[in-house]
């Protein structure tokens, strides 16, 4: 039976009956399709949590019944809920150890009809949560023996690949190795290059185990149904494209969001945030952006801006404009008792409330905690505070938000949000938080790009014009490499825009360097003295977000503008900011491909090399686009290190040009002034003059052409502030494109910069 897409936009394609537990079948595209199973058929049919925002779509889909069972049909891919006959009597041994739920199962096969999933089996086990009875509920999937699994939003532990291990998926702050971030979008890798995503539609804290004695269980602590999508597809990016039509379009971010963001915690005063600012331009460094961190106000909750330190902070963002820079500013979710707005909330009800309907204030667990969350799971309450961020803060002249606390900080397990109890919504917060700023921005400043800083993520987070980080880690070696990892999994789960503090947020403190220090340490005064390998670890981490979605100083410390660490430092940091200037018109392109496609340009290798299976459990390396492959150096100590070269293709290094095949890992040069960088052969790389910042026009330096097979790169570029990208408008695209036969670049249009193609091109290679 075929059904029409205007059939599906108001129910299930199929409510399948298997002896009591109902089946909803209900796709979204030929490679999505959502399974819902629970007892109540209503609750089977309804529609799925916060998140995906994607309307059904069965356009292509076909439904037959057979012996087997129920088989939904696309182009995509095949579902196949299996027959599940009445069961006979219980023998003995099953009275005592039969599931009381009628079992259901289902398989998922490929367009090529090759299997990508059985999912085995589901549970409802009941419990009582904060006071409500409820269930934990939950599915099992076959695990293949060569699957990898990657995704999942943050965890800091250290691993990649995700196999075998327990995810508590959960936004945790106080996670022992760094704040967690629930982001329940999971990708495989069955290591023979077929790969598969399934988007769990759960908001309560869920423990996950991949790959775990042959299966792949997911646990939801609340929840009354089982309820998940499975993306299918060629490639990675397939998948990511599948998650980007279900829950929103990653924003292109300001031009300014690519270059240098300066931050401390915190600027004092107005003066020392301009100082910083204009120590930049005296040292001809480029610079983008200046962040006002926390306790710029009067009170917590006042969301306003105390002007005995800041006496005019329209006139030091209209400054701040005059050097080319743009601001972001700090504004937390608390709001303490004695601030003039917290009378006004508790009487609506709009702050995170106990089982008796009193405002939750401040942490018992927390000595440096204070103040009421806000309730932005309820739209009157996120119009209210983006209405205040508006005329409080926006109209003193700032650029965008830095929304701190999204987790959020004060948990609310054991308490109740409007829509419901914390622990069945724990980690909802921070898609609802930022979309309210993001909805409001883009009502009240139409024409200003969105930008929002946020330190946890939930399913559809991109959508906010979020820059995602890794949170108050700490200022060690440890940290450092506890981050490549992290960030992996996190673009993984389809939020492209993630980095981390450079140096760590923590204060400075480590323990002894246990090799030769390999910056002098001279002059800087970022750090205690006792510190004396602070300013490598500054350097590394730094050349490491160089090659990164985003570049964005930050920490606790007495100083953290870059010649902060030393004499020997400065001039190594001064090279590395150039570089990354260099290779703006690289990454906005790749910010432009992300819009469109919903890929990540920030790639574990299995993205790129799926039938490599040395690539699948790589994560101490990635590719940043198509072109560079990056292996940060996270020793202390390091001038060497082993770099596994994908198979398939032919590799550069980026400083020497000297050539290789892939398929082998080498001893390559880490000297401290950078890390090792590669280039895969048949790639295109623009490369920029130096300017001040991204608000100056940036006219192209070159364009390289790494040969070795046939390549096409697509320039872009616009004004960089406005949203006309989204209509088309003022943007200006030029597809580069490499005939490695004939050894000709050639473009099919002109260039943004109105440059000629033909003074521009440099052929890489050599020994």
């Not at 985003?550 to 430092?569: C, D, F, S, V």
């Amino acid at each position: 039976m075929a059904l029409s897409a205007s059939a599906a936009l108001a129910d299930p394609m199929a409510l399948l009956d298997r002896n009591g537990s109902r089946v909803a079948v209900e796709p979204y595209a030929p490679n999505i399709v959502r399974v819902t199973i629970a007892l109540d058929p209503a609750l089977a049919s309804a529609a799925p949590g916060e998140g995906p925002n994607a309307r059904p779509d069965a356009a292509g889909w076909t439904h037959h019944a057979d012996a087997s069972g129920d088989v939904f049909t696309s182009a995509g891919l095949t579902l196949t809920v299996d027959a599940k006959p009445y069961p006979p009597a219980p023998t003995m041994m099953e009275r005592y150890f039969a599931p009381a739920l009628p079992p259901v199962s289902l398989s998922i096969k490929g367009a090529d009809g090759s299997l990508l999933a059985r999912m085995s089996g589901w549970e409802m086990a009941p419990v009582t949560v904060n006071g409500e009875k409820t269930f934990k509920v939950g599915a099992s999937f076959d695990a293949a023996p060569g699957e990898h699994y990657y995704g999942l939003g943050q965890n800091q532990e250290g691993s990649f690949d995700l196999k075998g291990r327990q995810i508590d998926c959960a936004h945790n702050y106080d996670a022992p190795a760094g704040e967690t971030v629930c982001v329940p979008f999971m990708v495989t890798n069955k290591g023979d290059g077929k790969v598969w995503g399934i988007v769990w539609d759960n908001p309560a804290r869920t423990l996950v185990w991949p790959g775990l004695h042959g299966s792949t269980h997911f646990q939801s602590q609340v929840g009354e149904r089982v309820s998940f999508f499975v993306i299918t597809g060629n490639n990675s990016d397939d998948l990511y494209a599948g998650y980007a039509k279900l829950t929103g379009t990653t924003p292109l971010p300001p031009k300014a969001a690519f270059g240098l963001i300066q931050s401390k915690a915190r600027y004092e005063t107005q003066k020392e945030l301009l100082d910083i600012a204009q120590g930049y331009r005296q040292r001809k460094l480029p610079l983008d952006v200046m962040v006002l961190d926390w306790f710029y106000w009067s009170r917590m909750g006042q969301l306003d801006i105390d002007r005995t330190y800041f006496p005019d902070p329209k006139g030091m963002n209209d400054q701040l404009k005059s050097m080319g820079m743009r601001s972001i500013i700090s504004v937390w979710p608390r709001f303490e008792r004695e601030s003039r707005y917290f009378d006004m909330l508790s009487a609506k009800g709009w702050l995170l409330k106990d089982k008796d309907g009193h405002a939750v204030d401040g942490l018992p667990v927390r000595f440096d905690r204070a103040g009421a969350l806000i309730d932005s799971t309820n739209p009157e309450a996120r119009a209210w505070f983006w209405g205040k961020l508006r005329d409080n803060i926006a109209s003193q002249g700032f650029d965008w938000f830095w929304l701190d606390e999204t987790e959020p900080d004060l948990v609310p397990d054991g308490s109740f949000y409007s829509i419901g109890s914390g622990d069945r919504y724990h980690n909802v917060f921070p898609l609802l938080h930022t979309e309210g700023v993001a909805k409001g921005s883009a009502q009240d400043r139409p024409n200003v790009r969105n930008l929002i800083l946020s330190r946890a993520a939930y399913l559809g987070s991109q959508r906010t014009g979020g820059l995602f980080w890794s949170s108050d880690v700490r200022a060690t070696w440890e940290a450092l490499k506890r981050q490549v990892p992290a960030g992996l999994n996190f673009t993984a789960s389809g939020l492209a825009y993630w980095g981390s503090d450079i140096g760590g947020w923590q204060w400075p403190s480590g323990p002894k360097a246990e090799h030769a220090v390999l910056v002098d340490p001279a002059g800087a005064t970022a750090m205690a003295a006792d510190y004396t390998d602070y300013p490598e670890l500054f350097v590394r981490w730094f050349e490491y977000s160089v090659f990164s979605p985003t570049l964005r100083i930050h920490g606790q410390r007495p100083g953290t503008a870059l010649w902060q660490y030393g004499k020997a430092a400065e001039p190594i940091l001064a090279d590395n900011l150039r570089l990354r200037y260099a290779l703006i018109p690289y990454l906005y392109a790749q910010g432009r491909s992300t819009y469109e496609t919903g890929a990540p340009f920030m790639r574990a290798l299995f993205m790129d090399f799926p039938k490599d299976p040395k690539a699948a459990t790589v994560g101490d390396q990635y590719m940043l686009g198509k072109a560079f492959l990056v292996a940060p150096v996270t020793e202390q100590g390091q001038t060497k290190k082993s770099v596994y070269l994908p198979a398939g293709t032919a590799w550069y290094d980026y400083w020497t040009n000297r050539r290789y095949e892939g398929g082998q890992t080498i001893e390559a040069d880490a000297p401290i002034e950078h890390i090792p960088v590669f280039v895969r052969a048949g790639s295109i790389v623009p490369i920029g003059a130096q300017v001040d910042s991204t608000a100056s026009k940036q006219a192209l330096e070159s364009i390289r052409v790494y040969p070795g097979a046939n390549a096409t790169f697509t320039l872009y570029d616009d004004d960089g502030t406005t949203n006309g990208y989204r209509a088309g408008k003022d943007g200006r695209k030029a597809e580069l494109v490499w005939d490695d036969a004939s050894g000709k670049l050639t473009s099919r249009q002109p260039l943004p910069s109105g440059q000629a193609l033909a003074g521009l091109i440099k052929i890489m290679g050599g020994q």
